[in-house]
């Protein structure tokens, strides 16, 4: 699933130059929170991340099957030198 998710966001968002890093699942104080990291080969700002989450968003609420368990959804950025 986390594949299909980081496929699916990954083919929207190219055009930012931002792509999918990581993407998993974590219990966070009894929720279930679908993270999504984002990276690219230079720094992200703030307009980008706030652009692709909007993006993914879309997708996931087109997709919502891929994330019926998740209470959560967290999209970052990855830390620089990560």
Avoid at 39 to 56: G, K, Q, Y
């Amino acid at each position: 699933m986390k594949e299909k998710i980081a496929q699916l966001v990954d083919e929207e968002i190219k055009d930012l130059n931002v792509f999918v890093s990581d993407a998993f699942f974590e219990n966070v104080e009894g929720k279930k929170i679908f993270n999504i990291v984002l990276d690219s080969e230079e720094v992200i700002d703030l307009n980008r991340i706030t652009e692709a989450s909007r993006l993914i968003n879309k997708i996931i609420d087109k997709n919502n099957y891929l994330l019926e368990d998740a209470d959560e959804l967290d999209i970052y950025s990855k830390e620089k030198g990560e």
